[in-house]
RNA sequence: CAGGGCGUAGCUCAGCUUGGUAGAGCGGCGGUUUUGGGAACCGCAGGUCGCAGGUUCAAAUCCUGUCGCCCUGACCA
């Protein structure tokens, strides 16, 4: 957020100076929404609350999903599907659960239309029980898995599904919170509570590394209070983000769920001794929230900034082609380029490299690529071809700084380049985070932590707490502040493992909490 | 669901108080001139003014109803 505003002198000052307006300074909300647009990822559509994600976006996502699909694989679970549509009975079964979504369901209540006598339709053929459109799936997959679990053998159960839910939000803003969203969720069974609980930490910190990893974004993980907790939760444990406004995203979320709802839909299985017991479950996911977490973590006041793992593309090649008598050359030479480059990988993956020879002028497009936060823009004309050099600017740096590097040593170099722009971003968002992580120790410190301007101030608040449910509410009334979570230990956050007392009762107090405000 | 605001061209909006031939900028398309940088000029296309009633010789404008969207709250990945 410190990058310099240029002044546009008057008189020659036609010159925008940012390709975002608001900048993030002047309006965080705005700014995001402009840069969703600019950099082309989504778009509100017709239907209220919900988003239309374009290409640039979904690839994104698909990025995402390519990843953590790798990784869930890795340790193990296995990808189904099941339905969208889950009888209203269900949801029944587990009363926090029912009570934590009843006031954001979609329900299907008919299952034809016919002509009203007006020209228009009306709905026809009442359902016997209504089906409510997903909003998660702990209730039909534990009915399914209470089928498929007998025995012992046959658990642990993995599971992951990648599906859309809604959840009929009543304010929506694109990708942190939208009627109808993309998300995976991972349902697992087990035989033991340790061995569920085991589970539910390891996918917590698959998570933790796919954010920091991918998508360098630092995160804090751990666990919620009660009022934070899923519906239906024994345990919530979380990752937690902080954006360039300060404050925090929660960006993926792991419950351990005991036996709650293995109870409520008899998940039962013959243990070595043949006695019935009930499983241990769990489940955990990840949305398209996180696309918006990207957003807020790393774009800048020119648009999107996406770091190289999970960009749609890692560079484009933009010829320079208006010389009518060099043009073949310069995009023969550039296809070349896109060719070699293509068969360079970065990571695991091929070099991602698109080529624009769309006919529009240079800077429009050039600005067109750094809205999107295309990792790189190479620049290749007639003067490049004949040293055999190209010209390549950094996304991650100030978009007039462009250097000319021979071809052969940029193809060469292209996958530490890459790695080096991860990296970067990743320890700059860190620093941004670590900046704005702050040790509390008294009540009155507090208040002016999260007081002083309502936008200036503010950050991760590290102060040691009793657990009081009626203090937490009091300070979200007051301050709009919640704790965000009780960190797992030994993350070197500052002073967080040492005990204490609660700056609010004087209650003892293990462990430091993170109290933010919070998406 | 409560409080506030807004629905006029693809987008952003003016016009409405004081009723009288539907406007601008941007974007799109075509052309000319440009070209290592978010270009300029000329021309063209594009709207039953959210919808339904009412008042009037005449409604984008006044009245009633209705639908939708945005903002602020409560709720939430």
Redesign the pocket.
């Known amino acids: 957020m410190s990058d310099k505003k240029q002044s546009n002198q008057k008189g020659s000052g036609k ?2 100076k ?2 975002i307006q608001p900048t993030r300074l002047e309006n965080y ?1 705005e700014w995001y929404q402009q840069v969703v647009r600019a950099a082309e990822m989504a778009e ?1 559509s017709d239907v ?2 919900c988003m239309v994600i374009k290409p640039w976006g979904y690839a994104v996502w698909e990025n995402i999903q390519q990843g953590l699909d790798g990784m869930f694989k890795a340790t193990g679970h296995r990808n189904a599907y099941f339905p969208l549509f889950i009888p209203l009975s269900y949801l029944e079964k587990e009363a926090e659960h029912v009570e934590g979504f009843a ?2 369901c979609a329900v299907v209540t008919h299952h034809r239309l016919e002509p009203d006598g007006e020209g228009g339709l009306q709905p026809a053929g009442a359902l016997e029980e209504p089906l409510v459109v997903r909003p998660t799936s702990e209730t039909i997959i534990g009915s399914t898995f209470a089928k498929w679990i007998e025995s012992w053998r046959d658990l642990p159960l993995l599971i992951n599904q990648w599906a859309n839910v809604v ?1 009929w ?5 694109l990708f ?4 109808e ?1 993309l998300w995976q969720e991972g349902h697992t069974a087990h035989a033991t509570e340790e061995e569920a609980m085991e589970e539910t930490l390891k996918m917590l910190e698959v998570y933790r590394e796919f954010a920091t990893e991918w998508l360098a974004m630092p995160v804090i993980t751990g666990e919620k209070t009660e009022g ?1 907790r ?1 519906p239906g939760a024994v345990n919530t444990f979380c990752i937690e983000g902080m954006m360039q406004d300060r404050k925090a995203l ?2 993926g ?1 792991s419950h351990f769920l005991g036996q709650n709802f293995s109870r409520a839909q008899d998940i039962t299985f013959a243990d070595r001794d043949t006695n019935i017991q009930h499983a241990w479950t769990t489940s955990w ?1 990840v ?3 996180l696309i918006g977490g990207l957003i807020m973590t790393h774009g800048d006041d ?1 648009g999107m900034v996406m770091p190289p793992k999970v960009a749609p593309a890692h560079l484009v090649i ?1 010829p ?1 082609l ?1 010389k009518e008598e060099t043009r073949e050359q310069v995009l023969a030479y550039c296809e070349r380029l896109a060719a070699e480059l293509r068969s360079c990988r970065y990571g695991e993956a091929p070099v991602r490299v698109e080529l624009d020879a769309r006919d529009l ?4 497009k ?2 067109q690529w750094i809205k999107r936060g295309i990792p790189l823009r190479v ?6 071809m004949e040293q055999d050099a190209v ?1 390549v600017a950094r996304r991650d740096r100030p978009h007039s700084e ?1 250097a000319s590097i021979g071809r052969g040593e940029f193809i060469e170099g292209i996958d530490s380049l890459l790695e080096e722009i991860q990296v970067g971003m990743l320890h700059r968002a860190r620093e941004h985070r670590d900046d704005h992580v702050r040790v509390i120790d008294t009540e009155q410190e507090f208040y002016d932590f999260f007081d002083k301007g309502s936008e200036g101030g503010g950050g991760f608040a590290m102060t040691h707490f009793c657990g009081s449910t009626e203090l937490e509410d009091r300070i979200k009334k007051d301050l ?1 502040v919640t704790v965000r979570c009780v960190p797992t230990r030994g993350q070197g956050l500052p002073g967080q493992d040492e005990a204490g007392t609660c700056p609010f009762t004087g209650e003892p107090s293990a462990t430091r909490v993170v109290w933010a405000k919070s ?1």
């Open positions: 010159k925008q940012t390709a909300a509100t209220r609350g006031k954001e959840r939000e009543m304010r929506t803003r942190l919170r939208t009627a969203f934070e899923f929660q960006a979320t996911g949305s398209t929230r020119d933009l320079v208006h002028r240079g800077g429009e050039s600005w620049e290749v004309g007639p003067r490049d010209f462009k709009a998406y």
